[in-house]
């Protein structure tokens, strides 16, 4: 129940929402692609140029967050020294 009433107040402040997602998946490496990600064989199959496994153009519905709220907020956490995190993003 008390998942229930999360997501009802994350939809109600458009945290989260519905959405759609579509590319190239692979079903065996459970990961979409991006077109610069995939190689066209021969045979017209269509592969993850990293892994040599077949992809599928395909769309799926799914929650997501939107994150525009949080950046500020975020960035300033990332900035902190007790925060884990690669070097890279460190401020």
């Not at 999360?6 to 079903?27: E, P």
């Not at 459970?30 to 040599?52: H, K, M, N, W």
């Not at 769309?59 to 020294?81: A, H, Q």
Request: aromatic fraction near 10%; include cysteine.
């Amino acid at each position: 129940m008390i998942e229930a009433e999360v997501k009802g107040k994350l939809v109600a402040s458009g945290d989260i929402y519905k959405g759609t997602h579509s590319g190239w998946y692979s079903v065996s490496d459970e990961a979409f692609y991006s077109p610069s990600q995939i190689t066209e064989l021969d045979d017209g199959r269509v592969v993850a140029t990293e892994t040599g496994n077949e992809v599928f153009l395909e769309e799926e519905e799914n929650w997501k967050f939107r994150l525009t709220g949080y950046k500020d907020r975020l960035r300033n956490w990332l900035s902190k020294s007790e925060c884990t995190c690669p070097n890279k993003l460190q401020g």
